[in-house]
């Protein structure tokens, strides 16, 4: 509803202002109407092999000379088969056919896929069967002379590389230098200068002699990078760099970054480190005792179920794990469904799929280098009801840090639990995709600046709605802070960010909640860099820093005359619920502590960036400001400027583009805890569901009195302020 007391201007605006609604949800809803229409349509069980397709069994007690057809050894040739190699050889014989692997049961190996209509399963009492890219240590280790504690294993030649090690079924951590936990400073050395390949530290001595070692440094705030160490001499560091000067402000070196060495068996000196020397095939580990064979074992396997051309493959009840790399992989391929898998400690993803539709659903994806799933190239992809576990935690080792990466377009991410995630919860491109009643608790844990949903550069169409977002951080150690050109003190956490040319992008209905002790510059919703014709409505935000943000500048490097793309405008934000659980306002890196903070940095066009109607801006501390206004850098003629506002009713007041927004239902002390007054009631479930409440009495962000119990819709949330 309305303001009541709308004046002649107020109605003008409000005519001006649905026409751009209607502009906005037509444009949104046609370019985001096939993933929501799809994914009812024709499910991938029904299209692959029925129950009634030809049976082949796999079992550690088969004999890979016998048949296969039978489930137990039954005399003659008739028996289950023994291994994933004889699989492999069969592979042309099972079309149409399904390959069930004994319950309890490990295979070690990679299975190989490329025949249409196969179904992969699983048969008997019991554990999932495991199909396992790892190897045993099963020869003795040898010490390594003139090192203590330090043992060696020669590896086979046909394993290119080792990324995951595992002693007594515990993932083991690769050797670095300096030691010491990645989320704090001590675990990094910092560089002084830099150019393009030496890194001069005068805190560094020739004595760590780590000339062919390789050196992860943290260049910027999302990223790390690998580069191979030619020599260190005195306090200088030789690297291998052929990468290009970025074009993108702010994607080269910061000043004073942090950086560690890892890949030379001079960074073993704690137990359970390890190294892989490519170049010799051995294996060495630093351990307080010497390691009993078969007691470690390491991936061997780059990828332990490889698909290639071909259609019609389900994969379920299975579990994988020690990949090199991919623990599924999935290459030009049509209707392949994964479900009700296990696929943990891979090197990279947990699934990846590049030009390839699928299905993959109810499975648990855990403790993966890189990200739980990745898709690249067009394809749809309908990825739901996964629960994703401990995703890119560890820095230099892997690329990626997602829990779900959706790059073709068309595609759907819907009832996904992510929990522990080293950067983006959900990274989507392509445009058309459908997020929806998504949970992403707990993450930026390595990197910072992503969203727990982040919408990829230039994309249109989508909607994102009914997510659950919670307890996003933002690691900084070891950005550095000695270039203000380059670098923030204070490192960024979004929930839902829209990045560069993000248009006709429906983002509803989502429920944001950061946590109260954590540093960062916090925006519940960003919108960066020339984003259109979006809507963002009805998001409940419990906002540490900034309920909802957008900054609107060109952040690339052009040539004398190349035009910017066009400004940020058009958008709308409705009846957005924002509720400051901190009492401080400041500047924070031009990202004021307030319920909307708006950006603009060289159109100097900030009023054109959309309109803001009916949205609660509760700051319901006395004294807080509820707006900030920044231009900055501007072209010629306008002046930089910020502009602070204390209550929702001073906005309205003074900003054509502003419409209706209210204050916060109650105010108390600066100095009050906000959890002692303020509730959030969220809903993660698909039927309504009733909250009973203390005998204190109770307001809605709209004032209305609340008492007894309140029941919240599905997939949403409802904040209630105690009255003091």
Known sequence: MLCKQLNDKCQMRVIVSTTLMITVLIAGVANAQTPASLSASDPLENQVPNADATRFYVSNAGDDAWDGMAAEYSGGTSGPWKTLDKVNQQMSQLEDASVLFRRGDRFEGSLEVNQNKISFGAYGEGERPVLSGAQDVSGDWSPVAGRTNVYKYQIPSDVTDVTMVLRENTSLPLGRTPNGDLSTEAAF?????????????????????????????????????????????????????????????????????????????????????????????????????????????????????????????????????????????????????????????????????????????????????????????????????????????????????????????????????????????????????????????????????????????????????????????????????????LSVSVPLCTGIQCDLLTANVIVRYNTISFPKNTEGRFSGIHLNFNSVDNLILGNTILAKGTGISTNDRDPYERASGEPSPPSMSRNRFEENVIVRTSAATNRNQNMGTTAFSLKDSEQCDLENQGIFLNNVCAAPFIGSKVVTEWQYDCNAGCTPYERWFSTAAEWNDAREYAIGNLDAPIMIDASSAPEDFIQLLCNDSDNPKTFSLSAEAYVDPWGKPVSGSITVAPWRSVVLFKKQ
């Open 189 to 485: 050395y910092t560089f002084n200068s830099r150019i393009q390949t030496s890194i001069y530290d005068p805190e560094l001595t020739a004595a760590e002699e780590l000339a062919g070692s390789e050196i992860v440094l943290r260049k910027n705030g999302w990223d790390y990078s690998n580069y191979k160490v030619t020599s260190v001499e005195g306090t200088t560091v030789n690297i291998i760099n052929n990468e290009k000067v970025p074009k993108k402000k702010g994607d080269g070196f910061r000043k004073a970054a942090g950086y560690f060495f890892q890949k030379h068996l001079n960074t073993l000196d704690v137990d359970g480190e390890w190294f892989f020397d490519a170049s010799t095939h051995v294996l060495y580990l630093y351990a307080d005792s010497k390691p009993l064979p078969k007691s470690v074992q390491y991936s061997a396997k780059p990828t332990v179920v490889n698909i290639v051309n071909a259609e019609m493959v389900a994969l379920k009840g299975l579990k994988i794990e020690m990949a090199g790399s991919m623990g599924i992989r999935g290459d030009s391929c049509q209707d392949i469904e994964v479900s009700d898998c296990e696929i943990a400690l891979c090197g990279q993803d947990g699934i990846s799929l590049e030009k390839s539709t699928a299905q993959i659903e109810s499975n648990n994806i855990s403790n993966c280098l890189g990200s739980g799933i990745s898709t690249r190239g067009q394809g749809r992809v309908v990825v739901t009801k996964n629960n994703l576990l401990n995703i890119g935690l560890f820095a230099g080792r892997a690329s990626g840090r997602y829990g779900i990466h959706l790059m073709g377009g068309n595609s759907e991410a819907s009832y996904n639990k992510m929990t522990n995630i080293g950067y983006i919860g959900i990274r989507h491109s392509g445009g058309n995709n459908l997020l929806r009643r998504n949970i992403v608790d707990t993450y930026n844990l390595v990197v910072y600046d992503g969203g727990a949903i982040y919408t990829n550069h230039d994309q249109k169409g989508t909607i994102i709605e009914e997510n659950i977002i919670m307890n996003g951080a933002a690691n900084k150690v070891g950005t550095g802070t000695g270039d203000p050109t």
